[in-house]
Each structure stands twice: as structure tokens, then as C-alpha cells.
């Protein structure tokens, strides 16, 4: 079966927001400042693989004038199948791409049990709600980096499902970005605290 991955760089608080959707949020960038050289091989690595992508409608859009023109950054993002989830658009000249409506977690579960590489998806804050609740996310690559912005469209919000998730890779860049990934790992583990009666 294929991997769904979710991708984002996260702030501590939880934003992975990067730029104004409209809805007034004025710290696009805020990555920038802290990305060095550990965390752009981080990032080439995961730019580096065979996957597709699943993208929401806002963030394809963006993308499809965007990267065409810069490809030679990311090669792989010409070759992959687009999975664009929508109901507003059905077609793009940036090819290959599929365009998703109706239930999206049905279809998306789906494209898990079909033939094919693992699917990556980045950015796209509204269509993950959708497949967090569906329990859909196989892992997570996340850069945390450390600022709080108290605004800003969040990874987890409201409606996620408990879940466990083990850490099967991490780093600590020099400027104190952590590198992160988190496979999903069954549900929710509980116990009780270990302390000595003598203590």
C-alpha cells in the first residue's frame, strides 16, 4: 500500500501558514530566517524522491505558476502526478496531474491501495483536517522551527483523531530548527506515572 506523507515546515505553536490566503496573516517567511545548510539537505533529500503529490486546490495554484519556471530545484515535481483536491477546477495544462472531487478521503484511500509511489502532500491546511480525521496520514516530515506566532492556519485543529506516532528520524540544525520524522504508530497509549513510594 502506498504512504500518504504529510511535509511542513511547523512554528512551535503549531502554524504552518506561510503566506496571506486572504484572511489577513502577515508573517509570511517566517521560515527563512532559520534555514542553514543542514536544513536545505533535509529538504533536498525530501525533494529528492519518487513520489506523487496530493495538493488542496489554493496550494496547486500557487504551485502551477511557480514551478514550472523553477524545476530545476525540484525536478521530480514536473514528473509526479498531481492529485489536486477540488470541486471548483477539473483540469490544468501543468500535467500529469488528476483532479479529486466529491469525498475526497474516499478517494484519496483509494489512491493508497492503487499501484504507485507514496504520496506527499505539503502546505494544504484545509485538505489535511480531512485526512487526519480519516485517518489517512502515514508519517510526517516536519521542520519545527522555534517561533510562536499565534496565528495562522495549524497542523492539527480541531476534529483530529488520538493517535500514537513513533519518531523514526530527527536532527537538531545549528540554527535550532528540528527535522523530524513521525511514523503513525497505532492508537493512543496510556499508563500510569512510575514513582518510588519511597521517593
Avoid at 502551477?64 to 492529485?83: D, I, L
Avoid at 497542523?155 to 511514523?183: H, M, N, R, W
Wanted: net charge negative.
Amino acid at each position: 500500500m502506498r504512504k500518504l506523507i504529510a511535509c511542513e515546515f511547523m512554528t512551535l505553536d503549531g502554524v504552518i501558514q506561510n503566506s496571506d490566503d486572504g484572511d489577513g496573516f502577515k508573517h509570511g517567511g517566517w521560515f527563512f530566517p532559520f534555514a542553514d545548510e543542514v536544513t536545505g539537505a533535509v529538504v533536498q533529500e525530501r525533494l529528492g524522491k519518487q513520489v506523487d503529490l496530493l495538493l488542496g486546490r489554493k496550494t496547486f495554484e500557487s504551485w502551477e505558476t511557480y514551478w514550472p519556471t523553477h524545476s530545476n530545484f525540484w525536478p521530480n515535481v514536473m514528473t509526479a502526478t498531481k492529485y489536486v483536491a477540488s470541486n471548483t477546477r477539473d483540469s490544468s495544462d501543468w500535467e500529469p496531474n488528476v483532479f479529486l472531487s466529491g469525498d475526497v478521503a474516499e478517494s484519496v484511500r483509494e489512491l493508497k491501495q492503487a499501484n504507485g509511489p507514496d504520496i506527499q502532500i505539503f502546505g494544504s491546511a484545509a485538505l489535511l483536517q480531512t485526512l487526519f480525521k480519516a485517518d489517512l496520514v502515514d508519517a510526517l516530515e516536519l521542520m519545527i522551527i522555534p517561533v510562536t506566532l499565534g496565528t495562522g492556519k495549524r497542523l492539527f485543529q480541531d476534529g483530529t483523531i488520538p493517535a500514537s506516532f513513533k519518531v523514526t528520524s530527527s536532527q537538531i540544525a545549528p540554527k535550532g530548527i528540528i527535522c523530524a520524522t513521525y511514523e503513525r504508530d497505532g492508537d493512543v497509549k496510556s499508563g500510569s506515572p512510575q514513582i518510588d513510594e519511597d521517593w
